[in-house]
C-alpha cells in the first residue's frame, strides 16, 4: 500500500483568490490523480499527473483553472486558481500501485475547500 | 467504456445482522473491481478488491465481496453489521485488459447501521 498526506486539510478561500493543494508520497510512484468530489457526490478525476510530462486533464477541466505540478516521483500539487462558491469541494490525491499483486488506487485523506 | 452502477443511495441495516451493498458493472475487457469506503470528514480507503482466481474476495474489517461474471455483479457483503460501519460505499472498477483504462466510481451507498 501506500501512505498519502495532503495539505491543507481544510481551508476556507475568498472568492477570486486561489489555493494550492500539497500532495506527499512515501514511495516513488509513475501515476498520480487528482479527484474533486462536490458535496453529497462521487469522485470525478481532474487530471493525471505524471513526473516528466504536462498533466492530462479530463473533459470540463483545464490547465488555467487547475494548474498541476509533478517535480519528482513523490510529489506533486493542484491550484485552484481564480475560485468561486461552486469550486467548494474534498480535492482528494489518488496514487496507482501497478503490478502483479497490486493494480489499486490508494487515496489521500482529502482536502475540504469552502469558497465564500 | 466502462461504467458501474450502484443502485441504493442508502442501505439501513440493524446492527448485527448481514448487509449487502450492491454493485453492477460495464467493461469491455477484463473486469479489475474495487470497493472503497469513505468515514465522514475522511478521504477514501480501500476495501477489498477482485483482478483475478476466487470469485469471493476477502477484505478489511470483515467485509467480502463475490465476482458474479454472468450477472457482472460484485457486491459487498458482511456477516453480521457494526454501528461503526455506517458509512459511504464506492464501488469501482477499471478495465484490465487495458493499462491505461482509469478507474471509474459508481455513485455511492450510503450505509446506516441502527444499534
Known amino acids: 500500500s501506500a501512505v498519502i498526506s495532503q495539505k491543507p486539510s481544510r481551508d476556507i478561500c475568498q472568492r477570486g483568490t486561489s489555493l494550492t493543494i500539497q500532495c506527499q508520497v512515501d514511495s516513488q510512484v509513475t501515476m498520480m490523480f487528482w479527484y474533486r468530489q462536490q458535496p453529497g457526490q462521487s469522485l470525478t478525476l481532474i487530471a493525471t499527473a505524471n513526473q516528466g510530462s504536462e498533466a492530462t486533464y479530463e473533459s470540463g477541466f483545464v490547465i488555467d483553472k487547475f494548474p498541476i505540478s509533478r517535480p519528482n516521483l513523490t510529489f506533486s500539487t493542484l491550484t485552484v486558481s481564480n475560485m468561486s462558491p461552486e469550486d467548494s469541494s474534498i480535492y482528494l490525491c489518488?496514487?496507482?500501485?501497478?503490478?502483479?499483486?497490486?493494480?489499486?488506487?490508494?487515496f489521500g485523506p482529502g482536502t475540504r475547500l469552502t469558497v465564500l | 467504456a466502462q461504467s458501474v452502477a450502484q443502485p441504493e443511495d442508502q442501505v439501513n441495516v440493524a446492527e448485527g445482522n448481514p448487509l449487502t451493498v450492491k454493485c453492477t458493472y460495464s467493461?469491455?475487457?477484463?473486469?479489475?473491481l474495487f470497493w472503497y469506503v469513505q468515514y465522514p470528514n475522511r478521504g477514501l480507503q480501500f476495501l477489498l478488491k477482485y483482478i483475478t482466481g476466487d470469485n469471493l474476495v476477502k477484505g478489511s474489517y470483515g467485509f467480502e465481496a463475490e465476482f458474479n461474471k454472468s450477472q457482472t455483479s460484485f457486491h459487498l457483503k458482511k456477516p453480521s453489521a457494526l454501528v461503526s460501519d455506517s458509512a459511504l460505499y464506492f464501488c469501482?472498477?477499471?478495465?484490465?485488459?487495458?493499462?491505461?483504462?482509469?478507474?471509474?466510481f459508481g455513485s455511492g451507498t450510503r450505509l446506516s447501521i441502527r444499534p
Open positions: 467493461v469491455s475487457g477484463n473486469p479489475y
Open positions: 469501482a472498477v477499471r478495465d484490465g485488459y487495458s493499462s491505461a483504462s482509469k478507474i471509474i
Open positions: 489518488s496514487v496507482d500501485l501497478q503490478g502483479a499483486l497490486e493494480d489499486t488506487q490508494y
